[in-house]
């Protein structure tokens, strides 16, 4: 019995390892674009998150530590941040600010953070307000624990929905066997908190006495993408995979998404990591990549500034260095497209309150799209 498990682990590994090298075909570039790509903000090395100001000024995130105001052409570097814990893959990451922002004038921003007990760091939700160029009013919302010296799997992306609830993601931090399938530890979620960091009545797991109340959903790998679908309200966000098997879903509360118990991608020495791509009660993908893209930001483009591209699904591309568009009718992709190719690392996109589109690329900085007339 177990040297045929080992077959049939050994041959889906083959197939897939397979599909990993297949071309891909259906991937369209297009001759024409729509659009020129203009760099707006230049010298950033990796502008992890962005976020719009009601006076049209932009708030970037460095990786690295540094949170950047865009005004004006200029770039000032906002001071008083929380100790950042930059390493692989973490660092200070998302930013958003709150749908009531003219009011109450709350930023919201994700980071790795050190604070706790074991060595090394996880991920950390924060809001404050600026003033005068610094962070003031700074409130700890949600810290991950336990710490671990791990580089990897951070998330981490923020959304507010229809209703001011605030989501953001963790990735599983490397132990894809201890966390995303256990309700009691942090890592591979999407979290859901009231805007002042309090858990809602309703969230899936509040009556739970064994679970993390702040989890909404679970099972994922690492969530680099969320956003608000501008028709439906609901949540969409997107994870990568391992060796293939990056994937978009739409986020139901308490649902498992399945990781690492299906997957449609393997292990990066080529094994198999399960013989299965679905499971009863698990949720499947709308879609997924194979060979990975390593996908890092979304949006989605709710108004006609760019002819045809309205309500088309815009996620970046880390590994083959683009800007992928999404046609999807019926919860099914039916067209992909391939924006920006070879501009360089695609770490975010965002539809600003301009219409107009905006795309962090590593090592140079954000472009906005301008529509061609």
Known sequence: MKNSVLFVLTLLATIQAK???????????????????????????NPWGMAFLPDKTILVTEKSGKLIHWKSGSKTFITNLPKVYNRGQGGLMDIAVHPDYTTNGWIYFTYASTEGKAKGG???????????????????????????????????????????????????????????????????KVYRLNDDGSIPDDNPFVDNTTAKSAIYSYGHRNPQGLVKHPRTGKLWSHEHGPRGGDEINILKAGANYG??????????????????TEKKGLEPPLHYWVPSIAPSGMAFVSTDTYAAYGGSL????????????????????????????????????????????????????????????
């Open 19 to 45: 599909a990993y090298q297949l071309p891909e075909n259906e991937l369209i570039t297009p001759k024409n674009l729509p659009f020129t790509a203009t760099l707006i903000i230049d010298e950033l090395h």
């Open 122 to 188: 996880h991920t950390a939700l924060m809001r404050a307000r600026i003033a005068n160029n610094a962070l003031i009013d700074k409130e700890l919302l949600y810290k991950a624990a336990p710490n671990t010296t791990k580089g990897q799997h951070f998330g981490s992306r923020i959304a507010f929905d229809d209703q001011g609830h605030l989501y953001f993601t963790i990735g599983e931090r490397g132990a894809r066997d201890e966390n995303p399938q256990s309700l009691q530890r942090d890592g591979g």
């Open 259 to 276: 990781w690492p118990l299906v997957t449609y991608g393997i292990n990066y020495d080529r094994t198999a990591i399960t013989p299965y």
């Open 314 to 373: 815009l996620v970046g591309s880390l590994a083959f260095q683009y800007l992928e568009r999404l046609v999807i009718e019926n919860r099914q992709v039916v067209r992909r497209e391939k924006l920006l190719d070879g501009l360089g690392r695609v770490r975010n996109v965002k539809e600003g309150p301009d219409g107009y589109l905006y795309v962090g690329v590593e090592g140079k900085g954000i472009y906005k799209l301008i529509p061609k007339k």
